[in-house]
């Protein structure tokens, strides 16, 4: 099914839910989905480069550490091609373990949020002598 009828499929379903004075929105905000998922797909090439380009460097660094550490440590790591691939495959491994934790992380502080508000400490909650104040002016 193509774009489209999906998303004919959609404002179908959201114009039999919503009452009459929204039917005129279905067709602005059909014209604004091509600009919403172009925004999307650029955000996503970006985010995408992003990482390969930092995933790169994290694999040089970690192909380069067998000589640093022997030169300054004297770990006593053979050098050569085949231990240098496996320290950048190890260094691009934990590099692309800390993206993904990270992304599952800002993913649950976004769906944990209305919980997180409504059990904050903030300052806009009432103390407990406050309380007792208010329940004494009641009685």
């Known amino acids: 099914m193509p774009l489209s009828g999906i998303v004919d499929a ?14 005129s929105l279905g067709s602005q905000l059909y014209s604004l989905v091509p600009l919403v998922v172009f925004a999307v797909f650029v955000y996503l090439i970006y985010k995408s480069l992003k990482i390969a380009f ?9 192909a380069l550490f067998p000589l640093f550490a022997n030169h300054f ?3 006593g790591i053979q050098l050569g091609l085949d231990s240098m691939v496996s ?13 993904f ?8 502080r976004v769906v944990t949020w209305p ?16 309380v007792e104040e208010m329940l004494e002016e009641e009685e």
């Open 115 to 130: 919980l997180r508000k409504l059990f904050s400490r903030g300052k806009e909650k009432l103390s407990r002598d406050e």
């Open 101 to 108: 934790l990270g992304t599952i992380t800002k993913i649950l």
């Open 73 to 75: 440590f004297d770990a």
């Open 54 to 62: 930092h995933g790169m460097m994290v694999f040089v660094a970690g």
């Open 87 to 99: 320290y950048g495959a190890i260094a691009l491994l934990a590099y692309l373990g800390y993206v």
């Open 10 to 23: 959609i404002l179908s379903l959201l114009s039999s839910l919503l009452p009459d004075e929204f039917a």
